[in-house]
Every structure is written in C-alpha cells, then in structure tokens.
C-alpha cells in the first residue's frame, strides 16, 4: 500500500515535471517515485567507504551546516568545513582520524559521491532524537550502509 500525502514543489521539481509533460510513459507520482527511487540507488552506488570515526568526523562539523542550498559549492563546503573543524576544533583527534587523510577523499569524490554523503549526514540528523548513542557503528549502519562503514 502507498502513502498518499502533499508535497510543495520548487523551481526545481516543477523543472522535472515539466520535462515528462505529456508523457504516456509515467503519471506524476509515477515519474517522481521513479526519480526518488534512482536518487536513492545513485547515493548507495556513490557513497564512500570510510570508518566509523571519518563518519562520526563529518556528522560531528557539518552539525548545522545548511549543504543542500547549493550543489554547485557542496565538494567545497564538504571538505573546507572538514578541513577547518580538523585544524580549529580538534575533531580529529576528537574521532581518532588523520583529517588531511580524510580531506584527500573528500577532495576525490564526483558530484554523485558529494550528494551521498551530504544526504547521509542529513539522514543522520533528520533521525537523532537526543538519546544516548552508545554505538556509532550501530547508528550509522541503517543510514549510510553497513557496507560503507570500515573498522
């Protein structure tokens, strides 16, 4: 069974489904079901394999930061807001992790690598209910992927 709920689109999603206008191939829920579901696949496909520290590292700085105003700025604002936090805020050794080690991968993700890993720190934010964590690996295995989580 299917969820029937509103949504509000922006200039964006009226770009999408202005693009599938007349189309016999999906009705609107359709192609944005479709569209949602490619989204996800390319975010898991995207993601890179980091530890539970180099995680625990992104979730810890990008804590209030806005990413998903401007793709365009969102590698740089990645690796930027990683780099200042290693170097001005300790959160390295903070997370027991080599910050310039995890700029270097940042530095090398695609665009589709950089959109996996903010839409898995916002996932982690968007699910925090101020309760204890008591293991990461736990809490971030349902939201980037066991697969994508090193020791």
């Given at each position: ?8 689109g922006?200039?964006?999603?009226r ?21 949602a579901?490619?989204?996800r696949k ?48 300790g ?9 310039p080690a ?13 959109v996996?890993?903010?839409d ?32």
């Amino acid at each position: 069974m299917t969820d029937r709920f509103s949504i509000y689109g922006g200039p964006g999603l009226r770009v999408l489904l202005d693009g599938m206008a007349g189309s016999d191939i999906h009705s609107r829920s359709g192609y944005l079901n479709a569209v949602a579901d490619r989204y996800r696949k390319i975010c898991i496909r995207s993601r890179p394999t980091l530890s539970v520290g180099e995680w625990c590292c992104l979730i810890d700085a990008l804590n209030g930061t806005v990413l998903s105003d401007n793709i365009d700025y969102g590698s740089t604002i990645l690796w930027g807001s990683i780099e200042d936090a290693c170097k001005l805020d300790g959160l390295g050794e903070k997370w027991s992790i080599d910050g310039p080690a995890l700029v270097a991968k940042l530095k090398q993700l695609d665009l589709a690598g950089v959109v996996s890993v903010i839409d898995a720190v916002e996932r982690f934010w968007a699910t925090q209910d101020g309760a204890a964590i008591t293991s990461w690996r736990d809490v971030l295995a349902p939201i980037v992927g066991a697969e994508h989580i090193t020791d």
